[in-house]
DNA sequence: AGCGGAACCTGTCGGC
DNA sequence: TGCCGACAGGTTCCGC
């Protein structure tokens, strides 16, 4: 579900919404999404803290508790946090809730249950995040940095666009935006990009993403933030679900192709 | 080391 | 109406 514009939409309203409130009770309705052996134990560290830090890498979200333990959670396709003023009814998918000492609650829920929920120790990384390329709206993503990435990738470029390891938050839709924003073609080769096609790639990459996050994300289906609101970036899409529809630059026909078993939407006549 | 594809889950939608 | 396959914003695992 949520890709970098997303998840940073969830971080800020979850600062706003959750940031120093002791937790006073921590319900698990499904166990399994935490990676735990024991969710006793999660609970039992959880209770009577509070998060005192809450931020972003990648799509992973981080809760820095007072003891310095790390609540890690990764959203996966549906997950997503509802903040809640008073206690609310249980939803069929909702899958842990956290209470709070003013009565608010902040339910995690997933449809899907992809998600993955992990508390840590204090200075432990797990090694997925560890091994996070750099984002694309900090510093350490300059020209040289994506461009070192590219120098002998053999992958299709959508495929290194996804590739969290090359650059960090960019999801499925992003990606074809991106790659349509940049004039280039999905299945070009990483290595062989021209410099000039460096250059677009390198402006469109945190371009696009800026303009989703200002626009509150991207809401196709599932998506809400923390207060159950959808994105609007939906309407600002150029070719992501636009199969058959005419390109907005030149009126040819949008083409869907399937990279990794997943859909890439392109014009053909505008990226080469 | 790195690749493609399946697996993980649940729900929706379109075709027959 | 019912069944079946395809597909969904993501990552990880497995076998080559």
Same mark, same amino acid.
């Given at each position: ?6 998840? *940073?939409?969830?971080?800020?309203? /979850?600062?706003? #919404?959750?940031?120093?409130? @002791? ?5 698990? %309705? ?8 024991d ?9 009577n ?19 310095g ?20 009814r ?24 992809l ?11 797990i090694?997925?995040l ?5 984002d694309?709206?900090?510093? *350490?993503?300059?020209?040289?940095? /994506?461009?070192? #990435?590219?120098?002998?990738? @053999? ?5 290194? %666009? ?62 809400r ?5 959808e994105?609007?970036?939906?309407n ?37």
């Amino acid at each position: 579900m949520p890709e970098l514009p997303e998840v *940073q939409v969830i971080v800020t309203q /979850l600062r706003d #919404k959750v940031l120093h409130k @002791k937790i006073v009770r921590v319900e698990i %309705l499904r166990t399994d999404q935490w990676l735990q052996n024991d969710p006793a134990q999660v609970v039992k560290i959880l209770i009577n803290q509070a998060f005192v830090d809450i931020y972003r890498k990648g799509k992973y979200i981080i809760f820095r508790l007072e003891d310095g333990f790390q609540l890690i959670v990764h959203l996966r396709m549906t997950g997503k946090f509802c903040w809640h003023p008073k206690p609310t009814r249980i939803d069929k998918h909702t899958r842990t809730v956290f209470y709070f000492t003013d009565g608010s609650c902040l339910h995690y829920h997933d449809l899907r249950a992809l998600g993955m929920l992990i508390l840590i120790p204090p200075n432990e990384e797990i090694k997925s995040l560890s091994q996070l390329g750099a984002d694309p709206l900090s510093p *350490q993503f300059t020209r040289e940095y /994506l461009w070192q #990435k590219l120098q002998g990738c @053999k992958l299709e470029l959508k495929d290194f %666009l996804l590739d969290q390891k090359k650059v960090a938050g960019v999801g499925n839709i992003y990606a074809s935006e991106i790659l349509f924003r940049s004039s280039i073609h999905p299945q070009t080769k990483s290595f062989s990009l021209s410099p000039s096609q460096v250059d677009r790639l390198y402006q469109a990459i945190p371009q696009v993403l800026r303009e989703a996050l200002v626009h509150s994300g991207t809401t196709i289906s599932n998506y809400r933030n923390v207060d159950d609101l959808e994105g609007e970036f939906q309407n600002f899409l150029q070719v992501y679900g636009k199969e058959g529809q005419p390109c907005p630059r030149c009126g040819q026909v949008i083409k869907r192709l399937k990279q990794k078993n997943r859909s890439t939407f392109f014009c053909e006549s505008c990226q080469k």
